[in-house]
């Protein structure tokens, strides 16, 4: 099974096992964020036109912030990974700026482990919009060797990229 049949076998389950919505633009995903309860963690797949595949979404909204969680699910990436697959996205979040970049695990072949990379901030709940969460996604991306390679010196393996 290719990496891609296991993101799309992965979104196929949140969305009808799991009723994970999907959203395709910024200002409908922040509406969606801004009306969920307190202190309860929602995700979501966010599907801007264009892209081949999309981005899951995980946010909490408390106490005037918001808790975001981004995994780009466009942006595979391999590693030979000496921790166990199930705890690497614990072991690879490092602190980058205002944003920490880590990997969620998709596959393991062998020692080599498939993931997406992500990253988490924190972002005041007044600033939160659809314009900001586009700027957001765009820095990231065009940063993303960047976290990565902070991740693999956090990790201190060799790795593969895309």
Known sequence: ???YDVIGDLLLKLRFQYGVEEVEDSVG???MI???PDDEE???IYSPPGRPRPYLVSATVS???VA???ADLDDVRQIKAAVDAA?????????VGNVAPFLMPL?????VVYAVLGFKTVVEADVLTGGFLEALLEEFEWDSDKYFMSILDKLSINSGSK
């Not at 705890?87 to 602190?95: C, M, Q, R, Y």
């Not at 596959?107 to 020692?111: A, Y």
């Open 107 to 111: 596959k393991r072949d062998g020692d």
């Open 29 to 31: 995903l922040v509406a």
């Open 87 to 95: 705890e690497l996205e614990e072991a690879s979040t490092v602190i």
């Open 42 to 44: 929602r995700t979501y």
């Open 68 to 70: 975001l969680a981004f």
């Open 63 to 65: 106490g005037g912030y």
């Open 1 to 3: 099974m290719s990496i």
């Open 34 to 36: 801004r009306s969920q």
